[in-house]
């Protein structure tokens, strides 16, 4: 059975309609990046949806951000996507640029599904999010 969802980013297609797909590794990278690149609270409906990255700014060492990321990707990931199987989480933390943070999320979907990486937005200081 096959499903189509909206294309992410919303755009139009050639013929002026909701640009849609039907492919299931696009479906699920859209997904993951949404389930990474929403802050907890941002939908009403569900709000314990998504992963607040912008608090790990300022925690105290990279292994405990990198720990505290990893385990809020999993627990996130098994609640939303249980079909989609997390193969690496890679926090990035740039000491030169203090205070930026990116994610990146390896993972596989379906018997035979290609490994696919997700690299989610970058949050500087003061909580601003910028797609990377």
């Given at each position: 059975?096959?499903?189509?969802e ?29 389930i ?17 990255l ?39 933390l ?26 989610t ?7 601003n999010?910028?797609?990377?």
């Amino acid at each position: 059975m096959s499903t189509t969802e909206i294309l992410i980013p919303f755009q139009l297609d050639v013929h002026g309609n909701v640009a849609t797909t039907s492919d299931p590794d696009v479906q699920q990278m859209q997904h993951v990046e949404s389930i990474v690149k929403t802050y907890p609270g941002e939908r009403v409906m569900i709000p314990q949806y998504g992963i607040p990255l912008r608090d790990y700014l300022f925690e105290s060492g990279p292994a405990f951000v990198t720990n505290e990321m990893q385990q809020v990707v999993m627990s996130q990931m098994a609640m939303w996507e249980p079909s989609i199987q997390i193969t690496n989480i890679t926090p990035v933390l740039d000491d030169v640029t203090e205070g930026v943070v990116s994610l990146n999320v390896d993972f596989v979907s379906g018997v035979n599904a290609t490994p696919s990486t997700v690299s989610t937005a970058v949050v500087y200081v003061g909580g601003n999010v910028v797609e990377s």
